[in-house]
Structures are given as structure tokens and as C-alpha cells.
């Protein structure tokens, strides 16, 4: 006898990619946008689709009969995982699957500050706090830049016994320190607040800060102090506290601004669906049918001329693929110009479909061998 299930009822964030082909098969979608998606819309949804955006806690789902949740995101902390797992609602995030789009970010960024001449790549260190998903493979690629890299990861230490994961405090003489952890409220390891005042006062003269994990992390109003006063010699910011609603003031301060777009590569978006589909899939025993769109490789040709150097020619082809210095002139008018930051905020994410990340492009290089050997470990493709 052919069992009749009931049609699974599913809610998803119109604004990610790929979610309609996904999920259509799933049971019955709904498309919202993020600001739609509130406890009268998921009353009755099974499955919830959702972006970082989304506050996920007892307001939103509480009398609701939502089975399973979804964030696209890699970070939880727009999630209340203690209530999920008390009403035994199903949960899944998608961490790493922007973890090459940040690392490129930074490598992006890190060119660009050499570029304007506020750090010099083979003469200078860099920090790395939080070696997880994307911390570590950003130490490998500015290594492959020829920077000296020291890394800091108190949990990792503390199970790994490696003492090469240094304590934060040998860190603060680094030209730049680039910010890979969690944001988190509690605890041995809490992040929320970690380059506060007395913090950024104890960075080196003339540092740089990346911060591309979440806001929060470094208290804002302190950065922008140092930044003023000239005590640090620039940052890079692509996450904010209070997001949409952010600093004017720091956007204007910061070398480059962006928002919140370091891992929103085509390549992460479409792995983080990937990881959501697989995890619904799996929880309501259903068969995958959706197959994701193959990406394929387009050539982009690169020569060294005489007088190139290797960072030259390395920030020449990344800005082909990855033009960051665009992006942040774009949105710093675009924040200037705007009713409120928000808008800005929120329009140039909406809009944000273009960029790729390095190993969609099959680079033609001619010059000597060690470049294909540093633009291989950035991640391109050499031929």
C-alpha cells in the first residue's frame, strides 16, 4: 500500500541564490523577504530557510510548527540554539562553505594595502586570530605572499597541545591582524568585544586590523579612535555592529569598506544551498533530486613585463577577478549619498551577484615558475 505523505510546507529567504531550484521539490516553498519572515509567516512552515539576518529564537518560531531550520550562513549566532534543541527542531548551518571567498577577500585586501603603500608584503606580519575554516587558509596564502604569519587559537591549543597557535597577547606587535573567529557572548573563549579599547591601544603603532568575522568582535567607536588619532595606520572592515544600521563615521575611516560581502563568492552561496539541501534531505529521508549548476572555468591570460614585481603582477590578476578597491569606493559613495546607511546596506548586498572566486578562472601565465606556484596556492588554476 503507497503511504500518502503530507506536503512538507517550506520557507525560504528569496534572497539566496539558488533556493528556488533547490527547494521547489521539497514540499510546497513560499519566497519571502528577510523582513516578511516573522511568527505569523512560519506558523505553519515545516522547514525555515534563512540568512543571517534572521533572528531565529523563541519570538519567531514559539507555537509555530517549524520541524527544521536552515541558515546559509556559517556563523550561528543569529540562532538560539539552546531553544532549538529544546523543542527538537532540527538545525543546520553551512560552516566553511565561504571559507575560500574570505580567505580571497583578505589576499584581495592585503594586495590593495600594499598597493597604497601602507604595508610592504615581504617585510611585513600578520596575525591571525581564530585558525578554523577560513583563519587557516588565509595563514597559507599570506605565507605564500611571503609574509611571516603567527597564529592564535586558545581552543585549538588547548586540544591540540601545537604550541605554534600562539597567545594573543604575542600578536599585538604585527603589522596587521586579521580577525577569523566566531562571535561569541560567554565563556573561556568569548570573542564579543576582544579588540576593545585597551586592545587596540596595545596593537603596534601604525597596525592594520581585518576584520571580516562578524561585528562585534572589535568595538567600533575604539577603531575609529585609533584611526582619527592615527594610532593605527588603517583598517579594512567588511562586518559591522548593529548591521544594516552601521557607522557612517567608519566607513568614511576605513581603507576599505564593504558590507558584509567577504564571503559572498557565487562559489559559497551555491555551497552553502548545497549543505542546506543535503541536511533537509537527510532529516526528512527524502531523495535528492536537485543537481547544482557546473560552473565552468574562463581563461584569463596574465604576463609579467619588465619591471613587474611579484606582487605587481599577483594584485594585477587578483583585481581582475576581484576588483575590492571598486567595491569599497562603491559603497562608501553609495553610504554618503544615502537617506541612511541601512539603505546603502542592504541595497548593495541585494544586488551583490558578480563576483567569482579565483579558481573559476583558468590562468594563462607567462613569467617565471615561481608565480604559478604562489598564484596556485592563492587558489587560481594555472596552465
Not at 114 to 127: C, D, Q, T, V
Not at 216 to 231: H, P, T
Request: charged letters at 25%.
Amino acid at each position: 500500500m503507497r503511504i500518502h505523505r503530507p506536503i512538507l510546507q517550506v520557507i525560504a529567504d528569496k534572497n539566496i541564490p539558488h533556493v528556488y531550484a533547490a527547494f521547489k521539490g521539497i514540499g510546497q516553498l513560499r519566497l519571502l523577504e528577510s523582513g516578511e519572515i516573522n511568527a505569523a509567516a512560519v506558523k505553519n512552515c515545516d522547514i525555515l530557510i534563512i540568512r543571517y539576518v534572521t533572528h531565529v529564537d523563541k519570538k519567531l518560531l514559539a507555537g509555530s510548527s517549524v520541524k527544521f531550520v536552515g541558515t546559509v550562513s556559517a556563523g550561528t549566532d543569529h540562532i538560539d540554539l539552546r531553544y532549538l534543541k529544546d523543542q527538537k527542531i532540527a538545525f543546520s548551518a553551512a560552516p566553511g562553505s565561504n571559507a575560500e571567498s574570505v580567505a580571497e577577500y583578505v589576499v584581495a585586501a592585503l594586495l590593495s594595502l600594499h598597493k597604497m603603500g601602507r604595508i610592504n608584503i615581504p617585510e611585513a606580519s600578520l596575525g591571525v586570530v581564530g585558525a578554523g575554516n577560513v583563519g587557516s587558509r588565509v595563514a597559507v596564502k599570506a605565507k605564500a605572499l611571503g609574509m611571516n604569519v603567527l597564529l592564535n587559537d586558545p581552543p585549538k591549543r588547548r586540544t591540540t597541545g601545537d604550541k605554534s597557535f600562539k597567545p594573543l597577547s604575542n600578536l599585538m606587535d604585527s603589522d596587521v591582524i586579521t580577525i577569523h573567529t566566531p562571535l561569541t557572548f560567554t565563556g573561556k573563549d568569548k570573542t564579543a568585544g576582544l579588540f576593545g579599547a585597551q586592545r587596540l591601544a596595545r596593537l603596534k603603532r601604525g597596525a592594520i586590523v581585518i576584520n571580516s568575522a562578524r561585528g562585534g568582535i572589535v568595538c567600533e567607536r575604539s577603531l575609529k579612535g585609533c584611526l582619527a588619532s592615527k594610532r593605527l595606520g588603517g583598517a579594512v572592515v567588511d562586518v559591522w555592529e548593529n548591521e544594516p544600521e552601521i557607522d557612517r563615521g567608519l566607513v568614511e575611516l576605513a581603507d576599505i569598506s564593504t558590507p558584509h560581502v567577504a564571503g559572498l563568492s557565487q562559489e559559497a552561496r551555491l555551497a552553502a544551498v548545497c549543505v542546506i539541501y543535503a541536511a533537509v534531505c537527510s532529516h526528512f529521508g527524502i531523495s535528492p533530486v536537485w543537481k547544482p549548476p557546473v560552473r565552468r572555468r574562463t581563461p584569463l591570460s596574465c604576463s609579467c613585463s619588465p619591471g613587474d614585481t611579484p606582487y605587481s603582477v599577483l594584485q594585477g590578476a587578483v583585481r581582475r577577478i576581484y576588483n575590492i578597491e571598486k567595491d569599497s569606493a562603491d559603497f562608501k559613495r553609495e553610504v554618503a549619498d544615502a537617506p541612511t546607511a541601512a539603505v546603502a546596506f542592504n541595497a548593495f548586498r541585494k544586488r551583490y551577484r558578480h563576483r567569482v572566486e579565483f579558481s573559476c578562472r583558468e590562468l594563462a601565465l607567462s613569467g617565471p615558475a615561481r608565480f604559478a606556484r604562489v598564484m596556485r596556492t592563492l587558489g587560481f588554476n594555472p596552465r
